[in-house]
């Protein structure tokens, strides 16, 4: 079968201003001061996420293109987030603290690239890696707006007024159980035929033990208990850099909960509200996930575990992109942004996304822990030089996707990757029993 290059032009044209449009719907709604604030060193100003994820797909035309001239050195200075190639990145907790570029020059900026971008697909004869390093710069911009959302709620929660917001069913009480995972050899990662990073690469073995994992991430109720039981206050359920993170933060809780008249409550897109106990527990570190893992006398999975119960058919013996297969996700399966419910459903809510293996809600919701390193794949070949590779230490592996991931950027090989101390990410996770 031979290709068609302008209907190749026109479907990279439409992912790319889907794409461009879903940034401009989240902002949509902000007040212009809104836009300039940085509330925490580990998170950034919307103006600053609207012009970096422009500000890519400068760095990339000018990979395929060596004649290619950056709009701005000013912006490029501002805009660069860790890329040494391209000059001396700005230091990230001081984000905020610029005025100019302005927000109004921001988003000139944001519709020029546009026109660049455009054009550039247009008329230029790209190449197959070229196709894929444009490509790139949609998940890239996707992986932006998930972390513009984490910036919204702590900048914003409630009064953040979302384009599109849609009710969400609660569940009941889910009888907390765990399924049986055959071990033996498993081949992780991604086979490559559709777009993946260079992290999920290259498909390879590993060999599994038999192992026990959760239907349902942990909940709310779940964590209250190892909460109500000491767990913040016994040092022998925490790694000891983890101890040390409890005590000079003073981590009683998870991220955004808060007590009121004896009640726990979280702030979030929602408002205020009393902690639903059928939710999965979100905004956990690695280190409370570790530390409620050993005082429930269980562990967290490794990535491999979780991606066997996630993705493996057994009885066809075969590997699915998804849980329940490999369609797209939709709303009936899971819990992503398109969802648009801004908050986590209830365990128990999406049946028709349920694994091979019996796991539920292994996409969307809450990312979750794992115990693995990130470092790359035995074979691991650099796609993009310093996109990935240049964080292959003192990271935890997370996996599925939340509430706040687009839809086209998450499938089952998808390897996220956070810092064992970071919570305002929507993470938590499941548990794998002691053998």
């Given at each position: 079968m031979?290709?068609?290059?302008e209907?190749e ?5 439409e992912?790319?201003?889907e794409?461009?449009?879903?940034t401009?719907?989240l ?12 509330t925490a060193?580990?998170?950034?100003p ?14 990339i035309m ?6 290619y ?7 490029s ?23 100019r ?7 000139q900026y944001?519709?020029?690239i546009n ?7 247009d ?25 513009l ?9 409630e ?6 917001k849609?009710?969400?069913l609660s569940?009941?009480?889910i009888?907390r159980k ?15 035929n559709?777009f993946?990073?260079d ?15 959760d ?6 109720q779940?964590y209250l208990?190892?909460?109500?039981s ?15 993170k409890?005590?000079?933060n003073?981590w009683?809780?998870?991220m ?9 409550h ?5 408002g ?8 999965p ?17 269980k562990?967290l999975p ?5 991606e066997?119960?996630a993705?493996w058919n ?11 297969g490999?369609?797209?996700?939709s ?7 398109e969802s648009y ?21 292994m996409i ?11 470092t790359?794949?035995?074979g691991?070949?650099s ?9 292959f230490?003192?990271q ?16 089952g090989?998808y390897?996220n ?19």
């Amino acid at each position: 079968m031979t290709s068609n290059p302008e209907l190749e032009s026109v479907s990279l044209l439409e992912q790319f201003r889907e794409t461009r449009n879903r940034t401009l719907e989240l902002v949509k709604t902000l007040e212009k001061d809104d836009f300039v604030v940085q509330t925490a060193f580990f998170m950034s100003p919307p103006k600053w996420h609207i012009g970096h994820v422009s500000w890519i797909y400068e760095a990339i035309m000018s990979k395929i293109d060596k004649n290619y001239e950056f709009y701005s050195k000013e912006f490029s200075e501002y805009l660069n987030s860790y890329y040494q190639q391209f000059g001396v990145p700005y230091d990230k907790g001081l984000r905020g603290a610029v005025s100019r570029p302005t927000t109004d020059q921001i988003f000139q900026y944001f519709n020029t690239i546009n026109q660049r971008v455009e054009k550039f697909i247009d008329t230029q004869i790209l190449s197959e890696d070229a196709k894929k390093m444009i490509i790139m710069g949609f998940h890239h911009e996707c992986q932006h707006q998930e972390l513009l959302i984490y910036d919204l709620q702590h900048l914003l929660a409630e009064q953040y007024r979302p384009v599109k917001k849609n009710e969400i069913l609660s569940s009941d009480n889910i009888e907390r159980k765990s399924t049986k995972i055959k071990g033996g050899i498993y081949k992780m990662g991604n086979n490559g035929n559709e777009f993946c990073y260079d992290i999920e690469l290259p498909e390879h073995k590993v060999f599994l033990n038999d192992y026990s994992i959760d239907v349902f991430p942990i909940t709310n109720q779940q964590y209250l208990e190892f909460m109500d039981s000491g767990g913040y206050e016994t040092y022998k359920y925490w790694l000891s850099d983890g101890w040390e993170k409890v005590k000079a933060n003073k981590w009683k809780a998870p991220m955004y909960w808060e007590k009121i008249n004896d009640k726990w409550h979280v702030r979030d897109f929602l408002g205020i509200r009393e902690i639903n106990p059928n939710e999965p527990v979100c905004h956990v570190s690695y280190y409370e996930a570790d530390a409620y893992c050993k005082w429930a006398g269980k562990r967290l999975p490794t990535e491999a575990e979780w991606e066997k119960a996630a993705c493996w058919n057994e009885e066809r013996q075969e590997k699915t992109t998804f849980p329940w297969g490999n369609e797209m996700p939709s709303t009936d399966k899971c819990n992503l942004l398109e969802s648009y419910h801004w908050r986590c459903s209830d365990v128990g809510s999406y049946p028709n996304g349920v694994s091979h293996s019996g796991c539920q809600q292994m996409i969307g919701d809450v990312w979750e822990w794992t115990s693995s390193e990130f470092t790359g794949y035995p074979g691991f070949k650099s796609g993009f030089d310093e996109y990935n590779d240049k964080w292959f230490t003192n990271q935890k592996v997370l996996r599925g996707g939340s509430f706040g991931t687009p839809k086209m950027s998450i499938r089952g090989s998808y390897r996220n990757f956070f810092r064992l101390d970071e919570r305002w990410l929507f993470s938590g996770f499941r548990c794998v029993d002691k053998i």
